[in-house]
């Protein structure tokens, strides 16, 4: 743990300190720096707009250089076919080290281009004012999101564009600056969707210096690498929009883990490690715009612990919400936290289960159990899930955890539970090699807990079942069966005289 706090302290220096110049920016590109810094651009909007592109993608053909909108030439939205009754979707990068466009952006563009081929899809580019230390790229959101709400002030005047088809994709500074489009434009944008949001200089600022519910109709935020060191992380962890989403508790994203990714301390490696889990958040929604079939849900929830519980599957009341581009709008809502956990991979959606089950310690059961559950559908099974509770398995108590399965089995129809650990006949066997005489003495030893039943509910479907075991008792190494044995499970159970 002091390790990687460690690693994330570094790479955050990395791009916090002044190494950038050094390391990334060719020479020819540390001199435009120091003209940007010399020059009075700022103060100057047709300077201003030289350095940043509105560039409208058409074709499919990451070649194609598409048709750049320019606010004030009338032509423009001719010559690059923007059509106002229409859909705008407007795409905005974030700080880079490289001065181009990451692989990322070709797919987000694309994956966009493919869900709504009528709509007027614009990337927005700020290369030239991202390509800076990252103090001056933190700087310039705040006159780059002025130029985007020019540019739709604009649209609106000569277009009669509506704000509320406008919908802003910002990643990482990106979203601030679509936040800031939000707080200067005439009017309300409809939806604003902010992939991993830059935390360092943000973290902790007045709403109205960075992505706030207030910029937007329907601010939507998904958190991916919010895992900081001295309460700095590159994504933002605190909640800024109207729904935040966490997955995987914003912290660790699978397949992302230091060891994945980072086999030497070299630099460039660092630099893979942040971009794992920070644009994570870009090809989840990614994701979403490709696997309309395959929804994932996020649900509401006060924090990552009681998650992991399986206490927060809820969907009344708009707890729960698919996430990326399918997200539904929810205004009434601030700073709603909600989680899922996902697969390493794409398609990222998985399956929650919220289960219950009673432990009744009858037996010398004094250390805790470890256990499995295996689930069987009528599709598939899975494999050994670890029971995961963070302080342990209560006796005498009823446990609540959370179940993932990476694949669809279908509708669940049997649940093994196992207890793993050496089982009782090999330390009987030694107690016996030990001591013959007491052998007759070591079934006693022998742990014994007894498990009637499973509560399921079903995060997807919201559907809820009771699982019974005709053989209840079960012992390390052991595991007992659970069918399927009732709809439902908020009956009340009946009394029990025996407990
Ligand atoms: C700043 O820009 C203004 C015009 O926008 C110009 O008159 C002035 O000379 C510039 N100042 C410097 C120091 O370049
Ligand atoms: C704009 O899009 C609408 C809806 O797809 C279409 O009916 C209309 O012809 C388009 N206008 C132009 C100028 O392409
Ligand atoms: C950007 O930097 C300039 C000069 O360093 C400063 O005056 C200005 O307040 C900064 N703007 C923001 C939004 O931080
Ligand atoms: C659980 O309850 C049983 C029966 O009441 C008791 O013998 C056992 O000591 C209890 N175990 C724990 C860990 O509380
Ligand atoms: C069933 O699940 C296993 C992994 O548990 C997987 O390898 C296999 O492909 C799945 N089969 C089907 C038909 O989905
Ligand atoms: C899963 O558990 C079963 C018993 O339920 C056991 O036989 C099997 O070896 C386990 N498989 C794995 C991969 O751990």
């Not at 692989?103 to 493919?114: E, G, I, P, T």
């Not at 210096?209 to 590159?234: E, M």
């Not at 630099?267 to 644009?279: L, S, T």
């Amino acid at each position: 743990m002091v390790e990687k706090s460690i690693r994330i302290a570094i790479c955050l220096c990395f791009i916090l300190c002044h190494s950038f110049s050094a390391i990334a920016a060719a020479p020819d590109e540390n001199a435009h720096s120091k003209d940007d810094a010399k020059d009075n651009f700022s103060m100057d909007p047709d300077r201003l707009h030289d350095r940043i592109k509105y560039n409208m993608r058409k074709s499919f053909d990451l070649d194609d250089d598409g048709c750049n909108l320019q606010p004030g030439k009338k032509e423009s939205i001719e010559e690059c076919g923007f059509n106002a009754t229409v859909k705008t979707i407007l795409i905005i990068h974030g700080w880079t080290m490289s001065g181009l466009f990451e692989s990322w952006m070709h797919k987000l563009v694309a994956a966009v281009q493919r869900r709504e081929s009528e709509a007027n899809v614009v990337v927005v580019d700020w290369l030239r004012l991202a390509h800076q230390l990252y103090p001056d790229a933190v700087n310039h959101t705040h006159r780059v999101g002025q130029s985007v709400a020019t540019l739709l002030d604009w649209l609106q005047e000569e277009e009669k564009l509506q704000l509320e088809d406008v919908h802003m994709i910002g990643y990482s500074l990106g979203a601030h600056v679509a936040g800031y489009a939000g707080t200067f434009v005439n009017g309300n944008i409809g939806r604003i969707t902010g992939l991993d949001p830059a935390g360092p200089m943000f973290e902790g600022t007045e709403s109205h210096k960075r992505l706030s519910p207030d910029d937007a109709d329907f601010v939507d935020v998904l958190h991916t690498y919010t895992r900081g060191a001295l309460g700095v992380s590159i994504g933002i962890q605190e909640p800024i929009g109207h729904i935040d989403i966490y997955p995987n508790g914003g912290d660790v994203q699978p397949g992302c883990s230091l060891g994945d990714v980072l086999t030497t301390a070299a630099a460039g490696n660092f630099v893979e490690v942040m971009k794992c889990e920070h644009e994570r958040a870009v090809h989840l929604f990614v994701d979403s715009l490709m696997n309309k079939d395959h929804v994932s849900y996020a649900f509401q929830c006060t924090g990552p612990d009681r998650f992991k519980k399986g206490i927060c599957l809820s969907c009344r009341k708009n707890r729960c919400n698919s996430i990326g581009y399918n997200s539904k709008k929810m205004r009434k809502r601030r700073n709603s936290k909600m989680y899922l956990k996902t697969r390493a991979d794409t398609p990222f959606g998985g399956y929650h289960y919220q289960m219950k089950m009673h432990v009744f310690d009858r037996k010398n059961a004094d250390s805790d159990p470890t256990f499995y559950v295996k689930l069987h559908g009528s599709h598939n099974d899975t494999n050994n899930l670890s029971v995961d509770i963070a302080e342990g398995v209560g006796l005498n108590l009823t446990n609540t955890f959370l179940v993932f399965t990476e694949d669809d089995i279908g509708d669940l129809l049997k649940i093994s539970l196992r207890w793993e650990g050496p089982s009782d006949s090999w330390s009987s066997v030694i107690k016996h090699l030990k001591s013959s005489f007491w052998s007759w003495s070591s079934k006693r030893d022998k742990k014994v807990v007894e498990v009637r039943r499973i509560r399921v509910k079903a995060g997807e479907t919201q559907k809820k079942f009771t699982f019974c075991a005709e053989k209840t008792e079960i012992s390390p190494g052991e595991d007992i069966t659970f069918v399927k044995c009732r709809d439902g499970w908020e009956v009340k159970p009946r009394k029990r005289l025996h407990y």
